[in-house]
């Protein structure tokens, strides 16, 4: 029985098309399959579009979203792409840009690896101005860059780069591919947070390009930087007043010298002013309103100790009406090898720009620790930009030699930026994933707008996870929508962007580039009851299915409950008719186990917060009975695991999901128990029969499937009989006539009849059936 029930996994396996050896084996297999179930059928129902990269790029993650023109460029290793927002794998340019034979030498003869390193990794994707766009790349760890011409309409069909201009890269693009950078380009103007050397020591906040000296952080000075990645550049107005605007930087350090007790990862805001010019006698071409403080995102625990998630992974800003005040979404992972685990927090502006107002970070004292500056502040305080709103200066250059004193000696802020609501809106751990990216798209629903969060994993996963207020926006409830496999092997997301005009999601790692919807309305069943309880803001019932909500609609068929998901309010009038339809198209399958095997009954809900509820109708009893977990019934996410079968195990088996007190019917599971007996006859008659047990030309696992599958057959005997009667009938000759008399499992003759004997051939055929590797 078990050479039989491993023949079936390995079969399963090939072929893909059957779970029923997860039913033999038990819980861990299904898992296995649900991964690669979830890939399958999204790429089978089209909502999901991939693109498998050439054979001699990979590092698609540069990516640069133009709506207007409806397109994706993507840089990657010694190319750069084009995409159709529409579809990824339609009308797809490439431009090969590769590092030149020279440099390429150079690179590996400075001790780099010439497959891994010592290529041309574009970096930086900038729109330029309407018909250009500037382009960096790594150029075997000599930064090169240029323009990208794709034309001032979509209709031009313009895409090329300019091969008669290339000039230095160095302090906008890395040197090292493997080197976290970032990047912003606005008036003509880069901005760009990267390594300036070969050796990837001197680590800097640059702006180049313009009619502007370039300008950049102190150097070789860890109270400013100390070995940052960058992960983000953003332009944030401060006031009506364009003179106030200010580039912040978010990223994460080494911790500064007494900041932290041994070797620590800090995540910060830096902040600096758009006009900043430098100074005139003292930081002569460096930032002199530069600021940066701590982002911290963290679970309250018990004692006062917390639960840190130091490490900035990425950033996302959620625009608000007032363009002053975005919403700053923060994916973050611990920097612990042992514990693992993953958030995301969200910052108002409100309190960053407290913090930046607040205490300077000041070392003193006997142990020489940072305290905040108790001292006097020099006027205009340091990190104010000049301009009529404050202080009346007209360039840091005409700013007071004691302010510039100040910013070079006080870079850090004392005090914290606590995420709103004092804690993370996400949380994961013990998982065997981490967060890596993170979109958001603000839906408009039927009672409120929410924020629906798209986060990629290390895993190659992405969650769709909504928050929704309790009592009020302070008190945030997650609910997990939908949990997708979005590329054919594990990899790291590593970019993503949305595209609110054509409701897509772009996704892209090593292995390449993946398109996939904002919404799938369809997945939540057929039920107003089920697209309530999905609370998922894309979706209502309009009266017939689950589909895309708009704000617009003014019918009331529109019914939508994403606060309080309560299905017996939107859906009381439809409630009993979606119950009758619900039961009667409820999925039914036959399944056979071995007494004293183990046997796993597959029934998921849709909804992950959904419950599943087990009953048992035995035969000839028409009372369902709950099943009470114990040590031999496990309960998984997929189904019910039954050890060690008996004959009391037979019965209709009954799956329900629960949630917000609604039940609703998953599958009904019919289960007959072969008897220990009989695999007993098998293998007796298996070690005594010395006849030629090869089989005909057939494939022998058809029958085995029929054989658990089958929902028409009264008894595994009737089964049997019919496969020794399709197989042992003579050419030519009519099958002889079981006796009646004799019964089930009696022989007539050479007549099997026992499902022993059925279950022995298949044994023998299994024998002499070519393992699969």
Not at 299 to 316: K, R
Not at 484 to 499: D, G, N, Q, Y
Not at 546 to 560: E, V
Request: charged share 25%; net charge neutral.
């Amino acid at each position: 029985v078990i050479k039989i029930a491993n023949k079936a996994v390995l079969i399963c396996l090939c072929n893909l098309k059957k779970t029923v050896c997860g039913r033999f084996v038990g819980a861990l297999l299904m898992f296995a399959f649900v991964l690669l179930f979830c890939l399958s059928e999204m790429l089978e129902s089209s909502n999901l579009v991939t693109f498998t990269g050439l054979a001699n790029s990979s590092g698609y993650d540069t990516f640069l979203m133009d709506e207007e023109r409806g397109r994706l460029l993507v840089g990657a290793e010694d190319h750069v792409f084009s995409f159709d927002l529409v579809n990824i794998n339609r009308d797809v340019k490439q431009i090969a840009w590769p590092a030149t034979p020279s440099k390429r030498d150079e690179c590996k003869w400075a001790g780099k690896d010439l497959g891994k390193d010592c290529s041309n990794f574009v970096r930086v994707l900038q729109p330029y101005n309407q018909t250009h766009i500037y382009i960096c790349g790594t150029g075997a760890f000599h930064p090169i860059c240029s323009y990208l011409e794709i034309g001032k309409r979509a209709e031009d069909n313009i895409f090329r780069l300019d091969a008669n201009y290339f000039e230095n890269g160095r302090g906008k693009s890395p040197y090292d591919p493997k080197m976290q950078s970032s990047s912003l380009l606005i008036d003509g103007e880069l901005y760009s947070g990267t390594s300036a050397d070969f050796m990837g020591r001197d680590f800097a906040i640059f702006r180049t390009l313009g009619s502007h000296h370039p300008i950049r952080t102190e150097q070789h000075d860890s109270r400013w930087l100390n070995d940052p990645r960058f992960l983000g550049i953003h332009l944030i107005p401060e006031s009506d007043n364009p003179e106030d605007d200010k580039i912040f930087l978010f990223f994460k350090e080494n911790a500064m010298d007494g900041e932290h007790t041994g070797k620590a990862t800090i995540s910060r805001i830096g902040q600096l002013c758009k006009n900043d010019m430098g100074g005139h006698r003292s930081l002569i071409n460096k930032w002199t309103t530069f600021l940066k403080a701590k982002l911290t995102c963290s679970v309250p625990g018990l004692s006062g100790i917390d639960t840190h998630f130091d490490e900035l992974q990425d950033v996302f800003l959620m625009s608000a009406k007032d363009p002053k005040n975005p919403v700053i979404y923060a994916v973050f992972t611990t920097s612990s090898n042992i514990f693992r685990g993953s958030a995301i927090c969200m910052y108002s502006m409100a309190d960053i720009r407290r913090v930046f107002l607040g205490p300077y970070a000041h070392r003193d004292g006997p142990n020489y620790q940072w305290v905040p500056f108790q001292g006097r502040v020099p006027y205009p305080r340091p990190g104010t930009c000049p301009s009529k709103t404050f202080g009346g200066f007209d360039s840091t250059k005409d700013l007071p030699d004691d302010v510039i004193t100040f910013a070079r000696l006080h870079p850090a802020m004392y005090n914290p930026v606590q995420p709103m609501g004092g804690k993370p809106i996400v949380v994961r751990t013990n998982v065997e994933y981490q967060f890596t990216q993170l979109v958001v798209d603000r839906v408009e629903a039927e009672d409120g707008q929410y924020d629906v969060m798209f986060i990629g994993t290390d895993l190659g996963t992405v969650l769709k996870v909504v928050t929704i207020p309790r009592e009020s926006w302070h008190d945030l409830e997650e609910v997990v929508l939908e949990e997708m496999t979005v590329f054919r092997e594990p990899t790291p997301i590593t970019a993503m962007e949305l595209s609110t005009k054509q409701q897509q999601l772009y996704l892209g790692s090593d292995l390449g580039i993946s398109q996939m919807p904002l919404h799938r309305c369809e997945v939540y069943g057929k039920a107003c009851a089920e697209c309530c309880l999905a609370r998922d803001p894309y979706c209502a019932w309009d009266g017939t299915e689950c589909s895309r909500y708009f704000p617009t609609a003014k019918r009331r068929t529109r019914r939508q409950d994403i606060r309080n998901g309560d299905p017996l309010s939107q859906c009381s009038d439809l409630h009993h008719n979606d119950d009758l339809e619900g039961y009667s198209s409820v999925e039914e399958r036959s399944v056979y186990g071995v007494e004293n095997s183990s046997m796993f009954l597959e029934c998921s809900p849709k909804s992950q917060r959904a419950l599943i509820y087990w009953q048992l109708q035995r035969p000839n009893d028409e009372r369902k009975h709950e099943i009470v977990i114990d040590e031999r019934l496990s309960l998984t996410g997929q189904g019910l695991l039954i050890r060690s079968l008996t004959q009391a195990d037979s019965g209709v088996y009954h799956c329900h999901a629960v949630e917000h007190g609604f039940i609703q019917p998953l599958r009904r599971i019919h289960l007959q128990v072969i008897p220990a007996q009989r695999v007993g006859e098998l293998l007796l008659r298996a070690s005594t029969n010395d006849k030629d047990p090869s089989p005909k030309h057939k494939l022998w696992y058809r029958d085995f499937m029929s054989l658990l599958e089958h929902p028409d057959l009264n008894s595994v005997d009737e089964f049997c009989e019919r496969v020794w009667k399709r197989e042992k009938k003579p050419k030519g000759k009519k099958t002889p006539r079981v006796n009646p008399a004799a019964g089930v499992g009696t022989k007539t003759d050479k007549t099997p009849q026992t499902t022993a004997q059925t279950l022995q051939n298949l044994t023998q055929r299994t024998q002499n059936t070519p393992k699969v590797p």
